[in-house]
């Protein structure tokens, strides 16, 4: 699902670091997207959900033939997990996947809607100040509250727009900067992965509260977190029932 873009993230968390976090799961669930980078939690029984079947993520993002792609056992949009029924997941991992949502609130209530009561989600998201996504604007809440309750393609082409411009054209080199977009509408009819999002540690947390403030049905709180370190921060939030 994310090839090119996430082989671009160099420099992340140090694996023991990564570990403590993913040792705070247990049990059996569901990583999100998980292509050629999965987690390293032999402690944890992983199936994998992505949008296409091996053969079709191969075809889409050909950089990633030669390596090791993790088979999806399951086939679904991540924004809507339709195919993961409620309340049957001890965990969620969503390991630099957020930002590839074009609606990230609606991402979220999906996920953690099939949480047991007590499952727990993993969520390592990159620091747009130590990746490629430098030059771009921080998301806004009030955007990201607009897609989940208008969403909009005209909208998320603009994302397009600014990542060919920003990203593809001015860091990458894909296309000289008066092509960005030509160069964006190709990617957008690609149906590409690009980040539709970026954040810092700080802003991630506040559209976590702000999301916590919105829904009763957002039953969730942080279990553990770490600042940002490499290029990415993370969050572990647990689900549980109304006191």
């Known amino acids: ?36 980078n999965p987690v390293d939690a032999p402690h944890l029984r992983i199936r994998y959900v992505d949008r296409l079947p091996i053969e079709s993520l191969v075809e889409q993002y050909p950089e990633l033939r030669g390596q090791r792609i993790v088979e999806p056992d399951i086939l679904d949009d991540a924004e809507n997990l339709k195919a993961v029924a409620p309340s049957s997941q001890d965990f969620v991992i969503a ?25 727990r989600l993993f969520l390592a998201v990159p620091d747009k100040r130590f990746t490629f996504d430098l030059d771009r ?45 030509e160069y964006a509408r190709e990617l957008w009819k690609q149906d590409y992965s690009i980040h539709y999002h970026v954040w810092n540690d700080d802003r991630f947390r506040e559209l976590l509260s702000a999301i916590s403030e919105r829904f ?23 689900k549980h029932t109304a006191e």
């Open 1 to 36: 699902m994310f090839g090119r873009i996430r082989q671009a993230l160099s420099g992340r968390t140090r694996v023991d670091e990564r570990s403590h976090f993913l040792a705070l799961l247990s049990g059996t669930g569901i990583e999100i997207g998980a292509l050629q």
């Open 95 to 119: 390991n630099h996947v957020i930002e590839h949502m074009a609606n990230p609130i609606r991402a979220l209530l999906s996920w953690s809607s099939v949480l047991k009561a007590g499952g």
């Open 137 to 181: 604007p921080y998301t806004e809440l009030g955007h990201l509250f607009e897609d989940y309750d208008d969403p909009s393609r005209e909208r998320d082409f603009l994302h397009f727009l600014e990542f060919a411009r920003e990203v593809s054209c001015k860091t990458f080199h894909a296309r000289p900067l008066e092509e960005a977009e």
């Open 216 to 238: 009763d049905s957002w039953k969730m709180r942080v279990v553990d977190e770490m600042p940002t370190t490499g290029n990415e921060f993370i969050v572990v939030l647990e």
